[in-house]
């Protein structure tokens, strides 16, 4: 396995923790994964603007798109960038500020009991096969570390906010993702 969760962080991926986060509630089991999309600005790729939006240090008068976010307090745990590097910012037993209004399964507020992987994107864009490598890869780690989470328990930011978030999008390959997650597993396909 490339990656081990130890203390609530990835072992091998880069570190920017964010003020953004708190503890779950008591006896919350952690049975969720949410992948998101996220481009800062909207669009572009590369820079130190997603670090600073989930650290609540973006400069509004960088892009004119920056006053509309600023003052907002987000986080996820995870962001894996278009060449497929893993940044985390929540050790996984905290919660992270990912999900906003939210039900999956009948629960609301998926934040208590979810954990947040952020893919550089746009939902109307495709996605890297380094990200697709990286997700498996990650999600095999988080899996074995949560074993409530399972192929059923894994959802895009659309399923859980209808009507609210589109991400990560139909440019997202669903079957693709979970082809490689069943390689490292050597599982049978989800059905």
């Keep these: 396995m490339k990656y081990q969760v130890q203390s609530g962080w990835l072992s091998g991926v880069r570190r920017v ?3 953004h986060c708190n503890s779950r509630p008591d006896s ?3 049975d969720l994964l949410v992948v998101h999309s996220i481009s800062l600005p909207p669009g572009q790729y590369g820079g130190s603007y997603i670090d600073e939006f989930f650290l609540g240090q973006l400069d509004i008068d960088a892009h004119p798109y920056f006053s509309e976010i600023a003052s907002l307090q987000v986080s996820a745990h995870l962001l894996i960038d278009r060449t497929g590097r893993v940044t985390q910012y929540v ?11 939210s039900a999956f399964c009948g629960r609301e507020n998926c ?4 954990i947040g992987i952020e893919l550089e994107g746009l939902d109307t864009d495709t996605f890297t096969e ?6 498996a890869e990650v999600t095999l780690a988080i899996m074995d570390a949560f074993p409530a989470i399972d192929k059923s328990r894994i959802a895009g930011h659309s399923e859980i906010a209808p009507g609210r978030k589109l991400d990560p ?8 993702f979970f082809a490689k997650l069943d390689d ?3 599982d049978a396909p989800l059905a």
């Design 17 to 19: 923790p964010s003020p």
């Design 28 to 30: 919350t089991e952690i």
């Design 91 to 101: 050790p996984l037993h905290h919660r992270a500020w990912h999900a906003g209004q």
């Design 111 to 114: 934040n208590d009991f979810s």
């Design 130 to 135: 380094a990200q697709y490598d990286s997700l």
């Design 169 to 176: 999008g139909p440019g997202f390959d669903w079957k693709l």
């Design 184 to 186: 490292l597993t050597g």
